[in-house]
């Protein structure tokens, strides 16, 4: 049986137009909650517009709106999680393409932010949007208990504990070879973390008594495994997918001499390692019944995707 | 009446004194939470305490603690909310010093953070720094309807609504002749939006019984006028003070044809206006009694400040 038959099967019908509903969900409330394009600073407004509104997968809002319906989560608390989640990507795309870190021209297949704008926009519109992912929890009509826990789960996830860590030991790894153990904790800062809070933060805005400590153990469990796989995954399109299908330059993790799952363990074995991962996640939230059946189809979306 | 002799009586030896131990309880609170220096990754986290613990006037904690005085606020609930603002003042510091934005290679007599690390790591400590400052918020015992309430105000004020759409409108301006109140309405944001968010936030960290919306609205007007004379007796300085006396550059701001009161008005007329609103600022509080003694003395001491 190949790859991709082993797991297509869920990819059914209805949950590709749950996908093309919750973009257009996501890109709806963007579009209402983003400062306006035409209110001074035009500039920077729109900057940050152009970097959140511009295609990508949603990887993050589809978490976010699938771990909401464990808990019953109503639409509008879920809207703003997963924007504040987007917000946060956004804004590290933003930063790391810049010329004093990935120095990347190509984005969603799209010129860059510091190149449709400038240096200078770029840095301030990565700002402001990771004031914008904290302001959009804070603005939401939740209870004050919830708040604070998005915003705990949020601002950890952003941290030096999770991606801002996992970047600079990505920089500091460049032309290094470290070790299995080495990637993996990399990898579960830098991108791990992030879609872990995702999930965490989708059941954190439903109802808390559905969210027993067991359930949250288990979401904690299936995003740190998906966020992990999805990395994996990365690297390997990386090197099999070509910068037309990714939208943004292909290759560029050789050519950077940035050490990767490819790189280290080489593509079958990174596969087939993505593979036990969506299987752990799986297994993690096995228990939930029909209520995490998005989260299991999710977790074959991040394994199969060709971009 | 000199201007000075206009305004020296009220800094009197105790409140010299309280400027030092606050200097002091600040960096010792900052010292506390910042990752620690040996913990991987290790270049970005001496980054982030570089950029922090690096002297600096402190005006922002001092307004925190000062207000925290007027609804009797515990010591760790303050010292949390005056790291979280100054982690805000101190990342947008490192992202203008950078080459894209300002350029600079002095902040407070050292090097800026991209000159004594790289471009790179100055990016993401400050983009760190911000997500830090939302955790100290976050991770701190308050009540959750306190902690949301504290994150909502920091989170408007370091957004393109306060201090990076200030930035933005400062990046325009550059090489034009705006009016006053553009001017003014660019430094509101810029420098203003962050000192009233920590009078009112120091104020939000105590009892909420004592913060009536009397009260609150007397801080913020207090908050807004000492923001406002913050930056005009800045732009003087500029122009007045070298740069050893400053620790950055002096004169930067005619050399980038920055529009400042002073280029606009003229360093008396300026002068004149920074103490219109210090008056104004004191008259907003001058019924809240013995509590906001300190943040009476403090309006003298951001007027009065050589550098």
């Given amino acids: ?87 946060v990507h956004a804004y590290s795309l933003v930063h790391d393409d810049m010329p004093c870190m990935d120095n990347d021209v190509l984005r969603r297949g799209k010129p860059t932010v510091h190149v449709e704008f400038d240096e200078a926009t770029a840095m301030l519109a990565g700002d402001a949007l990771q004031a914008e992912a904290f302001k959009v929890i804070a603005d939401g009509g939740l209870p004050a208990s919830q708040t604070a826990a998005l915003i705990r789960e949020l601002a950890h996830a952003s941290s030096t504990e999770g991606m801002c860590g996992g970047q600079a030991i990505d920089l500091a790894a460049v032309g290094t070879t470290p070790t299995i153990a080495e990637l993996e904790r990399m990898h579960r800062m830098k991108t791990g973390a992030l879609m872990k809070a995702a999930v965490l933060m989708g059941a954190l805005s439903g109802r808390v008594s559905l969210l027993t400590e067991c359930t949250r153990e288990a979401l904690a469990r299936y995003g740190e495994g998906i966020g992990l796989a999805f990395q994996i995954v990365d690297d390997c399109l990386d090197v099999e997918a070509s910068t037309a299908e990714l939208g943004k330059t292909a290759g560029k993790d050789a050519e950077h001499r940035k050490p990767t799952y490819v790189s280290l363990l080489g593509a079958p074995a990174a596969r087939a390692w993505s593979l036990r991962l969506r299987a752990q996640a799986l297994q993690a939230i096995d228990g939930l019944g029909n209520s995490a059946q998005r989260l299991r189809e999710l977790a074959d979306f991040v394994v199969c995707r060709k971009s």
């Fill in 1 to 87: 049986m190949t790859f991709a038959a082993a797991v297509q099967p869920s990819l059914a019908a209805p949950f590709e137009l749950w996908i093309t509903d919750s973009g257009t969900r996501f890109e709806n409330a963007a579009q209402r909650v983003l400062p306006p394009a035409e209110d001074v600073p035009a500039r920077l407004h729109q900057a940050m517009r152009y970097a959140v509104l511009n295609g990508g997968k949603r990887v993050r809002p589809l978490l976010v709106f699938a771990a909401g319906d464990v808990t019953e989560a109503e639409a509008d608390a879920l809207d703003r999680a997963a924007l504040a989640v987007e917000f």
